[in-house]
């Protein structure tokens, strides 16, 4: 856990600028309630709906974004109101947020922007029945909402757009698949009965907290998509969460909700969460832990039985979402990994083919935006092979052959940044359509399943650094064979 935080990497101090300005929008917006008279209550909810805001809104363009988050309070406010009008009855309150859940996870199908909206959604319904609200607060926490996602979207649109500088790389489109091909689908329906069990097993725990155990279930889904994958998310939750617990005990009990340090406290998870989320989830979950702690202090509940009862309503929902993902629908994960490298690979081709193009005169070639596209790529072939790289796994062969390809498709990424950058020269320009027909040929086999060049071109003589990298790309393909071929079982299922 540490090392994740603290030797992972940070390209361009992005993780850095996201959190900064995430505590920035936060404290802006707890602070206009604040000035607006709102209460405890709303202050806190208007704090979480700006967090929310800031931290899942991930669309490829500012004006995605703008949209996004203009839409919402269309599905969030809505929400709200059925969670204050249930609040007295437990059977419809249960029934629509079983019905949250699964339409939250199944609107990932619809890229970022439904991603965003499902977790507002869920977290605007769940928010109601952590504080407890009935239908006399709603006009309050409507004011809050509102205020906060102004102030948020004043934060990002205004003060410190940095996206127009450096905007976000484009994700990769993965390929279509209808009904129970898709893995939203599937995850729906999992995460629907895994939630169902959380509250039922949850209640029985504890009736008024029982919402936590659902939060646990609905929070290891997301972001999530074979079964190892919510598995590994599900160990990570727990474990943050006991350490969580324990920075609690020792932090956020003796500040006993005094308004300065739990201020200050609360500022300092929030740039965890949003620093950790990219790197560690076990770090991202301590950070929620002791948030939801000092808000607990804030509102005169916080005591050890109620962070033992968190723990355990935690250990519920991560039940819940194991024996969901194993029995029902489950998603291999060999599957998610083949169609994850498969996206990489046709990532390395297209940097190599846009090198050419802009060498050829072409104005539209953009090589560093294709780069930025594959280390995106190359993200969600960690996720996907993470639960074979966890010192858990009990498959030692599969987990040598997941570092061998992680390893040569960092090599790929590597090299392919090392060549758009240095590709200035068009004399190399021949060179490089050449070699990059060959990266075309070699991503064709491997992608196709048939045997793949066991070798790369011979280095070039002269021609520069170019044509090293180029080579370089070729290098690490041949070397993806051998692993690559003791992979193709199954097919690659689709998002």
């Given at each position: 856990?540490?090392?994740?935080?603290f030797?992972?990497?940070?390209?361009?101090?992005a993780r850095?600028?996201?959190?900064?300005?995430g505590?920035?929008?936060?404290v802006?917006?707890?602070?206009?309630?604040?000035?607006a008279g709102?209460?405890?209550?709303?202050?806190?909810?208007?704090g979480?709906?700006?967090?929310?805001?800031?931290?899942?809104?991930t669309?490829?363009?500012?004006r995605?974004q703008a949209?996004?988050?203009?839409?919402?309070?269309?599905?969030?406010?809505?929400?709200?109101?059925?969670a204050?009008?249930?609040?007295?009855?437990?059977v419809a309150?249960?029934?629509?947020f079983?019905a949250v859940?699964?339409?939250?996870?199944?609107?990932?199908?619809?890229?970022?922007r439904g991603?965003?909206?499902?977790?507002?959604?869920f977290?605007?319904?769940?928010?109601?029945?952590f504080l407890?609200?009935?239908?006399?607060?709603l006009p309050?926490?409507?004011?809050a909402?509102?205020?906060?996602?102004?102030?948020a979207?004043?934060?990002?649109f205004?003060l410190?757009?940095?996206?127009r500088?450096?905007?976000?790389?484009?994700?990769?489109?993965?390929p279509?698949a209808?009904?129970?091909a898709?893995v939203t689908?599937?995850?729906?329906?999992?995460?629907?009965?895994g939630a169902g069990f959380?509250l039922?097993?949850?209640?029985?725990?504890s009736g008024?907290?029982?919402?936590?155990?659902?939060?646990?279930?609905?929070w290891?889904f997301v972001?999530?998509?074979?079964?190892?994958e919510t598995?590994v998310?599900?160990?990570?939750?727990?474990l943050g969460?006991?350490?969580?617990?324990?920075?609690?005990?020792?932090?956020?009990v003796p500040?006993?909700?005094a308004?300065?340090?739990t201020?200050?406290?609360?500022?300092?998870?929030v740039?965890?969460i949003?620093?950790?989320?990219a790197?560690?989830y076990?770090?991202m979950?301590l950070?929620?832990?002791?948030?939801?702690?000092l808000?607990?202090?804030?509102?005169?509940?916080?005591?050890p039985?109620?962070l033992a009862l968190?723990?355990?309503?935690?250990g519920?929902?991560a039940l819940g979402a194991?024996?969901?993902v194993?029995?029902l629908?489950p998603?291999?994960t060999?599957?998610v990994?083949q169609?994850?490298?498969?996206?990489?690979?046709?990532?390395v081709?297209?940097?190599t083919?846009?090198v050419?193009?802009r060498?050829a005169?072409?104005?539209?070639a953009d090589?560093?935006?294709?780069?930025?596209e594959?280390?995106?790529a190359l993200g969600r072939?960690r996720?996907?092979v993470?639960?074979l790289?966890h010192p858990?796994s009990?498959?030692?062969?599969?987990?040598r052959?997941?570092?061998v390809?992680?390893?040569?498709?960092d090599?790929?990424?590597r090299?392919v940044g090392a060549?758009?950058?240095?590709?200035v020269?068009?004399?190399?320009l021949?060179?490089?359509r050449?070699?990059s027909r060959?990266?075309e040929?070699?991503?064709?086999a491997?992608?196709g399943g048939d045997a793949?060049p066991?070798h790369?071109?011979?280095p070039p003589?002269?021609?520069?650094a170019?044509?090293?990298?180029?080579h370089?790309?070729e290098?690490?393909?041949a070397g993806?064979a051998?692993?690559?071929?003791t992979?193709?079982?199954l097919p690659p299922?689709a998002?």
């Amino acid at each position: 856990m540490l090392k994740k935080v603290f030797a992972a990497p940070d390209p361009g101090r992005a993780r850095l600028r996201f959190a900064t300005r995430g505590v920035l929008g936060v404290v802006l917006a707890v602070v206009a309630s604040g000035l607006a008279g709102h209460s405890t209550v709303g202050a806190i909810t208007g704090g979480l709906a700006a967090l929310l805001a800031l931290f899942t809104v991930t669309d490829t363009t500012i004006r995605s974004q703008a949209v996004t988050t203009a839409l919402l309070p269309v599905v969030g406010l809505p929400l709200l109101a059925a969670a204050a009008v249930f609040h007295a009855d437990p059977v419809a309150r249960d029934l629509t947020f079983l019905a949250v859940v699964g339409v939250g996870v199944y609107a990932r199908r619809w890229g970022p922007r439904g991603h965003s909206l499902g977790v507002f959604a869920f977290m605007t319904y769940f928010v109601a029945q952590f504080l407890d609200a009935g239908p006399g607060r709603l006009p309050e926490l409507y004011a809050a909402v509102l205020l906060s996602l102004g102030v948020a979207s004043l934060t990002r649109f205004g003060l410190w757009c940095y996206e127009r500088r450096d905007p976000p790389a484009a994700v990769p489109a993965p390929p279509a698949a209808r009904g129970l091909a898709r893995v939203t689908t599937r995850q729906a329906v999992q995460a629907t009965a895994g939630a169902g069990f959380a509250l039922v097993v949850g209640q029985l725990v504890s009736g008024e907290r029982w919402y936590w155990a659902v939060g646990a279930t609905w929070w290891i889904f997301v972001g999530t998509t074979s079964r190892g994958e919510t598995l590994v998310r599900g160990f990570r939750r727990v474990l943050g969460t006991v350490v969580g617990v324990g920075a609690a005990l020792v932090v956020a009990v003796p500040v006993a909700g005094a308004p300065v340090p739990t201020a200050a406290l609360v500022a300092l998870c929030v740039f965890g969460i949003f620093y950790t989320a990219a790197v560690s989830y076990s770090w991202m979950t301590l950070c929620v832990t002791l948030l939801a702690s000092l808000l607990y202090g804030l509102l005169g509940a916080l005591t050890p039985g109620l962070l033992a009862l968190r723990l355990a309503e935690t250990g519920v929902g991560a039940l819940g979402a194991a024996i969901a993902v194993t029995l029902l629908l489950p998603v291999t994960t060999h599957g998610v990994t083949q169609a994850s490298v498969r996206r990489a690979l046709r990532c390395v081709h297209v940097c190599t083919t846009e090198v050419a193009a802009r060498l050829a005169g072409d104005p539209k070639a953009d090589p560093a935006a294709r780069v930025a596209e594959l280390e995106r790529a190359l993200g969600r072939v960690r996720l996907a092979v993470a639960p074979l790289l966890h010192p858990l796994s009990p498959m030692p062969g599969r987990k040598r052959r997941a570092r061998v390809v992680v390893a040569l498709l960092d090599d790929c990424a590597r090299e392919v940044g090392a060549l758009a950058a240095a590709a200035v020269d068009p004399r190399a320009l021949p060179d490089l359509r050449d070699a990059s027909r060959r990266v075309e040929a070699a991503v064709e086999a491997l992608a196709g399943g048939d045997a793949a060049p066991s070798h790369a071109a011979p280095p070039p003589a002269a021609g520069g650094a170019a044509l090293a990298h180029a080579h370089g790309v070729e290098s690490a393909l041949a070397g993806l064979a051998a692993p690559l071929r003791t992979r193709r079982r199954l097919p690659p299922v689709a998002v």
